[in-house]
C-alpha cells in the first residue's frame, strides 16, 4: 500500500521558516524578538554622540572598539512612546544586509533584554491583519513563548526602510 504524504501547507512552510532563535526584549511593556543570528552583541548603555539633522529616532553614533555604529531609538522607530533611559536600557547591535548586499552593524536601544528564545514552528502565527492603514511589515510573526506573545521583528526591514538607508551609509 503507498503511503500519500501531503504537501506542506503554506502556513506549515511559513512556521518552519521562522522557527529558532531569537533574542527577545522589552519596549513599551511590550516583547519583541529579532532573530539571533542578526545580533552581534548587546553592550550596556554608552555615550551617543548626536550628529546634527538625523532623524528623530537616530540618537547618534557610539564608539565600538574603534567602530562608529549609528543609534536608533528603536522604541522611536516603531512609533512607540518615548520613555526615560534607566539601567535596564542597553543597546543591541544588530547586523544589517544593505541593498548593494553589504553588511552594516546599527545599534538598537532597547528598555530590557529577556532571553535567548528557541520558538518552535508550532508557536509562530502570522501577523494579524489589522486592516488598512496600520503597516504590518515589520513584523515576521507572532510567537507564544512561555505564555506570552512575542512579535517578531524583521530587522533588516524596521532599519532598511528608505528613510535608515542613507543614514546607515554615513557610516
Do not use: W
Request: aromatic share 4%; charged share 20%; hydrophobic share 50%.
Amino acid at each position: 500500500m503507498e503511503k500519500v504524504v501531503a504537501a506542506p501547507s503554506e502556513s506549515t512552510s511559513f512556521r518552519s521558516n521562522l522557527a529558532g532563535k531569537y533574542l527577545t526584549f522589552a519596549l513599551a511593556n511590550e516583547a519583541y524578538g529579532v532573530p539571533v543570528l542578526k545580533v552581534r552583541e548587546i553592550i550596556t548603555m554608552l555615550h551617543i554622540t548626536m550628529v546634527p539633522q538625523m532623524p528623530p529616532y537616530v540618537k547618534g553614533v557610539i564608539n565600538l572598539r574603534g567602530k562608529v555604529i549609528p543609534v536608533i531609538d528603536l522604541r522611536s522607530k516603531l512609533g512607540l512612546p518615548c520613555a526615560e533611559i534607566t539601567d535596564s536600557n542597553c543597546i543591541v547591535v544588530v547586523q544589517i544586509a544593505m541593498p548593494a548586499g553589504e553588511v552594516k552593524h546599527i545599534g538598537l536601544i532597547v528598555d530590557a533584554v529577556e532571553e535567548v528564545a528557541n520558538v518552535a514552528a508550532e508557536d509562530i502565527e502570522p501577523a494579524p491583519d489589522f486592516g488598512g492603514s496600520i503597516q504590518i511589515e515589520y513584523i515576521l510573526g507572532m510567537a507564544k513563548v512561555k505564555g506570552a506573545v512575542k512579535s517578531l521583528l524583521d530587522i533588516d526591514k524596521v532599519i532598511a526602510a528608505d528613510e535608515i538607508k542613507p543614514v546607515a551609509e554615513l557610516f
